[in-house]
């Protein structure tokens, strides 16, 4: 069965970091584009990144600048660094992925919430 783990997310203010995981089991990562949507409360799911397989990667202007991606292959994890953050960035975090079958697979989703 095809798994996706995301962890990382918490309470965060505004200026601080977080680091998002996403942990596969049954597949290798590097084989495939990775992806990272957010949900916000009230709001749609907005993808906010892309990793190509190739390496390339996309990003949604709300958070260029501020989060990378990064894999580490000898874990199977993706990274989601997040810096530079802002209180609209509050949302459930997913990570995303699509296998040779053309079916997407998809995290349980890791909440992230400002702290006042």
């Known amino acids: 069965q095809v798994q996706l783990v995301e962890s990382g997310g918490g309470l965060v203010q505004p200026g601080g970091s977080l680091r998002l995981s996403c942990a596969a089991s049954t597949f290798t990562l590097d084989n495939y584009a990775i992806g990272w949507f957010r949900q916000a409360p009230g709001k749609e799911r907005e993808g906010i990144l892309c990793?190509?397989?190739?390496?390339?990667?996309y990003y949604a202007n709300s958070v260029k600048g501020r989060f990378t991606i990064s894999r580490d292959n000898a874990k199977n994890t993706v990274y989601l660094q997040m810096n530079s953050l802002k209180p609209e960035d509050t949302a459930v975090y997913y990570c995303?992925?699509?296998?040779?079958?053309?079916?997407?697979?998809w995290g349980q989703g890791t909440q992230v919430t400002f702290s006042s």
């Open positions: 995303w992925t699509i296998l040779d079958n053309d079916k997407p697979y």
């Open positions: 990793n190509g397989k190739d390496g390339s990667t």
